[in-house]
């Protein structure tokens, strides 16, 4: 678990997945990115816990899958279902509470390489008035359309980034409904992520840790 801490800032936690023949027949991939996640962070710093559902392509095992998923997760407070991830991704910041929210996909591994809280860096969030903070699944270097700076943050090293990711993130949540969702592609031309991502490029964004800081995240691409 990362080091103590005492904040009293609390995130909203989504998560985003849908239904097909494999892991939807269980809870065991969403369940085992959610252990991942508490194992890092612990769950003092998480107010609810809500799952956006994309039905497609197995529209039949959505009712079932929601049922694998109370099980393996069962702090999860609400189901919704979706019209694609990008619409998900647009209801997650209508439907939550907290001024920050943290969006994750159903298929990640968090790793301890994250060393602070989610209290923590959302106050960091605040104190730079940054609007997205992501996980990297790779070493923080410099990268096509990404270009990386360092600085710091309440004694905490961060890149400041040219492009924002889909990988595990946390958003403040007004800036969004306030504008960045109008960027979002919700035609459900762009598959998974890229009618969020390709929507973000050349905004500032930031990533956890300091310049070749060793991955944060490993995506197990639907494996469980």
């Not at 699944?137 to 492009?163: D, W």
């Not at 960027?183 to 991502?197: F, V, Y």
Request: glycine residues 8%; proline residues 3%.
């Amino acid at each position: 678990m990362s080091s103590d801490d005492t904040s009293q800032s609390c995130v909203d936690l989504n998560i985003f997945t849908n239904c097909t023949d494999g892991y939807s027949d269980s809870g065991e991939l969403i369940g085992g990115t959610f252990r991942s996640l508490v194992d890092v962070f612990g769950d003092q710093h998480i107010k609810n816990i809500r799952v956006f559902i994309d039905p497609q392509p197995c529209e039949d095992k959505l009712n079932s899958y929601i049922e694998h998923i109370s099980r393996a997760i069962p702090l999860v407070k609400e189901c919704f279902v979706t019209n694609g991830l990008a619409d998900g991704y647009i209801k997650s910041t209508q439907y939550c509470d907290t001024d920050y929210i943290f969006q994750v996909e159903h298929d990640w591994k968090f790793l301890p390489t994250i060393k602070h809280g989610l209290g923590f860096l959302v106050d960091c969030m605040k104190k730079q008035d940054m609007d997205h903070l992501r996980f990297n699944k790779r070493n923080n270097i410099h990268a096509v359309n990404e270009s990386l700076t360092e600085i710091q943050v309440n004694g905490c090293t961060f890149c400041k980034t040219t492009k924002r990711s889909n990988n595990p993130h946390i958003i403040n949540r007004k800036s969004y409904l306030n504008g960045w969702n109008d960027r979002i592609d919700l035609s459900n031309t762009p598959k998974r992520a890229d009618g969020i991502e390709n929507m973000m490029v050349g905004l500032t964004g930031y990533i956890y840790g300091e310049y070749n800081y060793p991955q944060q995240i490993e995506h197990t691409d639907g494996r469980t």
